[in-house]
């Protein structure tokens, strides 16, 4: 199972981007997907996850309003839309494979992990 997360870069502050995170070696029709990310420095943090059909998000209280998760599974592909991006947003954004059709915030939840998109919020 291979995971490739991509979409980062440099953005100023109110700004967006969005990430895109293609799964192989792997039907996404039955499992959750998830996103953390890992400040300079800090440990690594739940971000947002959907359910296997979509009908199910959970977000971190520090993106809702702002991030958005979707997923399309024909294309084995999960998104993350990031609006009014922040410098506290700035991090490597990971990808993950959950366990179940519903996964929640712990890292445990989540069998398969990629390798992480940069994202840097500045001006």
């Known amino acids: 199972v291979q995971l490739q997360a991509s979409g980062g870069g440099l953005v100023q502050p109110g700004g967006s981007l969005r990430l895109s995170c293609a799964v192989s070696?792997?039907?996404?029709?039955?499992?959750?997907i998830g996103w953390y990310r890992q400040a300079p420095g800090k440990v690594r943090e739940f971000v947002a996850s959907?359910?296997?059909?979509?009908?199910?998000?959970l977000y971190a209280d520090s993106v809702k309003g702002r991030f958005s998760i979707s997923r399309d599974n024909a294309k084995s592909t999960v998104y993350l839309q990031m609006n009014s991006l922040t410098p506290e947003d700035t991090a490597v954004y990971y990808c993950?494979?959950?366990?179940?059709?519903?996964?929640?915030?712990?890292?445990?939840?989540?069998?398969?992990w990629g390798q992480g998109t940069l994202v840097t919020v500045s001006s």
């Open positions: 959907i359910s296997w059909r979509g009908g199910n998000t």
């Open positions: 993950a494979v959950g366990r179940r059709p519903y996964s929640g915030k712990e890292e445990y939840d989540y069998a398969y």
């Open positions: 070696g792997l039907s996404l029709d039955y499992y959750a």
